[in-house]
């Protein structure tokens, strides 16, 4: 054999194993919104980055305790995704309350004087509330969160706007009602109503052309940007053919935040109290917005994903499957832009054991469900019942909600056990307490458990969650009821991924059944307690103080 023909044989072999090494490497697992682990948080609540923007508007009346602003913004958040908060929580999509400017006055109610911190109470949905920022900083944020590979879900509000209060007219009886309350004795009486009092009520169901109200058309002239708001409406009316019904113009309003900025799904606030027809028109054009904005900025764009959209039907559980009665109206919200229902059935099942829990969410989302998909959670900004109130069982709740079939919603604060009842407070208030940064730093101890210690169990969950799809959107299967363990197993246009989950383990050194889920001969890692182990006749042994077993291939 020649040299040049020698160079060229070992050119090929080394090509070759190459190409054996690249195949060998595990795949990149792809974001799946059913496997998604989504970190909901009160903008206002959460980290006040820029104390410069903590009042606005002279909202500076005395309130009820926690009914007031406390600073949170949008450069808060913005310092916790660069400096890797969220990615060590394996969180992978971040929701935050309605980003639309709120009623500049107060709400008296008996709890005391009430702002609109929680941003449920919009007056203009042009704008962001400068108590969280700039427009710029929520595209500064968006860029950030998908810089670190975190979709961005937005809180909308198309049901009602804030209430009235002596510096924040109506929007108009053309627009809203104020009458009759919600009784929830029918359909119409669970859809075209009021919530509570002095909520008004955004008249979805009309068709009837309506100026724009002369709150905002003031507010723009005096902005000076009335001329641009005018010609941006109409272009989209005179390309959509809606007519100018209220909710079109809304609808026109929330998608912008899509077409500018890349926003990757909506949580749909109040969604049984709306027509569910006007989901399918919103899903419609926010998607065309989506569309938009990728071949605005191919280079910018994370992956094939459709827009996603979650709905807030409130009482909705995964026993429900696809039909939910709406004041006697069965209704399939999927049918109508729902990519996910958030489900409020966990917070009951999360008291019962792990086997009974897994394998009915896995039996719904893989028959009745299938296709579809719901958002846990266990704790939110107005579930007077949460699981684990007292914070006692701070572990099972990690479990339940990160290892359960379908995607995760963790509330913040629930990974340093922030305290949901805080003394004085009346009524929502003690859930919106500000995050308790100071405890993890302190390792607080709160009925035993650390705060950072309790972090850290969330962060492995969640990383482990967000690397392997199979935990939420795959089958599952026990293996052993004693010990428990169990596997999931998804496969998606090409992709395959696997692992075994051993929970409430003996501590010291254990040997886990793998069932069929591994070939003898495989090498795992756990992903909890970082050791490694071979399958041998089916089973890995490994030597950890450790009771939780995240067991996948090594990567």
């Not at 005018?230 to 100018?244: D, K, S």
């Not at 008291?351 to 009745?368: A, G, T």
């Amino acid at each position: 054999m020649t040299i040049k023909n020698l160079l060229f044989a070992l050119a090929l072999i080394l090509l070759s194993a190459c190409a054996q090494n690249q195949h060998e490497e595990p795949e990149q697992a792809p974001f799946v919104w059913d496997n998604a682990n989504v970190y909901f948080l009160l903008t206002d609540r959460f980290n006040n980055g820029d104390s410069a923007n903590d009042v606005n508007f002279q909202r500076n009346a005395e309130t009820g305790l926690l009914r007031g602003f406390m600073g949170g913004d949008f450069r808060g958040i913005i310092n916790k995704i660069n400096q890797g908060y969220f990615t060590d929580l394996g969180v992978n999509a971040l929701w935050f309350s309605p980003v639309a400017e709120q009623i500049h006055g107060s709400v008296d109610e008996s709890t005391g004087n009430t702002y609109a911190f929680h941003g449920y109470w919009a007056k203009d949905w042009t704008s962001v509330d400068p108590n969280w920022g700039t427009e710029q900083e929520f595209a500064e944020l968006v860029e950030a969160a998908h810089a670190k590979g975190i979709r961005v879900v937005m809180d909308v509000v198309l049901n009602h706007t804030g209430p009235e209060t002596p510096k924040d007219p109506s929007y108009g009886y053309d627009w809203v009602r104020t009458d009759p309350p919600c009784t929830y004795q029918s359909y119409e009486s669970t859809v075209a109503c009021t919530l509570v009092e002095n909520l008004p009520d955004i008249k979805t169901e009309s068709n009837e052309e309506v100026d724009l109200p002369d709150v905002l058309l003031e507010k723009w002239e005096k902005e000076g940007r009335l001329e641009q708001e005018m010609e941006e409406l109409n272009a989209f009316f005179a390309e959509t053919g809606y007519p100018r019904a209220p909710r079109f113009y809304i609808i026109k309003w929330l998608t912008d935040f899509v077409r500018k900025y890349g926003v990757d799904g909506y949580r749909i606030d109040t969604a049984k109290h709306v027509e569910e027809s006007v989901w399918s028109e919103l899903y419609k054009q926010a998607s065309i917005a989506f569309e938009e904005w990728k071949t605005a900025n191919p280079d910018k764009v994370l992956d094939d994903n459709a827009f996603y959209t979650v709905g807030e039907v409130y009482n909705y559980g995964a026993s429900n499957g696809r039909m939910f009665d709406n004041g006697g109206v069965q209704v399939d919200y999927f049918d109508h832009g729902m990519h996910a229902l958030i489900n409020f059935e966990l917070k009951n099942d999360a008291n019962n054991d792990y086997e009974s829990i897994f394998s009915k969410y896995s039996d719904i989302l893989n028959k009745e469900l299938k296709g579809k998909s719901i958002l846990n959670y266990l704790a939110s900004h107005d579930d007077s019942h949460p699981f684990d109130k007292t914070r006692e069982k701070a572990y099972k709740a990690a479990n339940v909600l990160l290892l359960c079939p379908g995607a995760s919603q963790m509330y913040y604060g629930d990974e340093i056990n922030r305290p949901l009842i805080v003394e004085g407070t009346v009524g929502d208030a003690t859930l919106r307490s500000f995050m308790n940064w100071d405890d993890i730093t302190a390792n607080t101890i709160v009925n035993g458990i650390g705060a950072k210690d309790l972090l850290t169990h969330y962060q492995k969950l969640g990383r482990f969650r967000a690397a392997n799809p199979s935990v939420g959107a795959g089958v599952h299967t026990q293996i052993t009821a004693q010990p428990y363990v169990f596997k999931r197993e998804y496969t998606q246009n090409g992709y395959s991924n696997k692992v075994v989950v051993g929970v409430d383990l003996p501590m010291g050194t254990k040997t886990v059944s793998v069932g069929d889920a591994f070939e003898n001969g495989t090498m795992l890692k756990d992903y909890y307690s970082g050791k490694t182990g071979k399958v041998k006749d089916g089973e890995v042994t490994l030597q950890s103080d450790l009771d939780l077993m995240l067991l996948a291939v090594e990567r």
